[in-house]
């Protein structure tokens, strides 16, 4: 069975790399063209490339999906299965070509949680469980019929950087799991069920992170998680802003520690009053500045107040 793998970040090559240490058939490997990057815009090249290149895979970068040229050459690797993980929407012309189909990976157990960011949401939302799916194709973006899904419990100290690592890594598995079931024949696709309620994964901005702290204690402690390590929960501390790493919530109620009033003693705590308590600053970064714990912190700033 010849396969054409579609992916660009971190989390995609798990399951590159599953899919040749089973000895599957890569035939050739779709990715972001490269992008200027850091201090120095040198040009970089994606996870996925740098992986599939040192295992001799040919490359493939179009700038755009539909180009005649890029559909031309992606036929001359007559792909009988194409996998796609953590990658752009496909137009039909692509998704539709090999005649085993093509199926996609996707970080949450389907159909809760489509969209861009699956797995922020997920920790956002105070979670205790998610997973991962895969699923074949069709015109809506992550409504095809489902193939396989595991679970996988979220704790109440997880962040998204700690829940990404364990599904990047089943996740390979399951990609292995679904294209040789596929390749047997042993597979039984089933629709989505469209339930009533449906939790959606969109994609994220700087706004998504903005702490209120006129919210509940344990919503903003979620928040903190699931922004965590990337793009980061933030906040105006002093007319500076500032990003947040761990917190933690005390439903307490101090007299003149209202919400969004700030107290330290300058030692060993920066607190701030929420919607039904106040948070414990743990450990932030300040614009400009080194990560640091707060008592770290307090020991080298200079307060107004």
């Known amino acids: 069975m010849r396969i054409i793998f579609f992916g660009t970040p971190e989390f995609a090559v798990a399951s590159l790399q599953a899919l040749v240490e089973a000895k599957m058939e890569v035939v050739a490997v779709v990715t972001a063209p490269d992008k200027p990057a ?36 992606l036929a ?17 012309a692509v998704w539709s070509m090999p005649p085993m189909g093509t199926f996609n990976l996707h970080a949450s157990l389907l159909p809760q949680y489509r969209g861009a960011a699956p797995i922020h949401w997920a920790v956002i939302n105070g979670e205790t469980e998610t997973g991962i799916t895969t699923f074949f194709l069709q015109h809506e973006i992550d409504t095809g019929d489902l193939l396989f899904q595991e679970k996988e419990a979220i704790s109440a100290t997880d962040t998204t950087g700690e829940l990404y690592e364990r599904l990047m890594n089943k996740g390979g598995a399951l990609v292995v799991k679904t294209a040789k079931a596929i390749e047997s024949g042993d597979i039984h696709p089933t629709p989505q069920q469209e339930l009533v309620e449906l939790k959606s994964a969109p994609k994220l901005d700087r706004s998504t992170g903005e702490i209120h702290w006129t919210r509940n204690g344990q919503d ?10 990337f793009p980061g929960a933030h906040t105006v501390f002093q007319g500076k802003n500032c990003k947040l790493i761990a917190v ?9 520690l209202g919400v969004g009033i700030w107290d330290t003693d300058k030692k060993s705590f920066l607190r701030v009053g929420c919607g039904d308590g ?7 970064q300040m614009e400009g500045k080194k990560r640091l714990k707060i008592d770290e912190f307090l020991r080298g700033y200079n307060f107004n107040f």
């Open 76 to 92: 001359t690797y007559k792909a009988d299965l194409q996998i796609i993980v953590a990658f752009r929407m496909l137009p039909e």
């Open 248 to 256: 933690e919530f005390h439903p307490e109620t101090i007299p003149d």
């Open 278 to 284: 106040y948070i414990n600053i743990l450990e932030w």
């Open 220 to 229: 903003i402690v979620n928040l903190v998680r699931g922004m965590h390590p």
């Open 38 to 73: 850091g201090r120095g815009q040198q040009m970089q090249s994606s996870p996925v490339k740098v992986y599939a290149a040192s295992c001799g895979i040919p490359v493939l970068q179009p700038v755009k999906l539909k180009d005649p040229a890029f559909l031309e050459e």
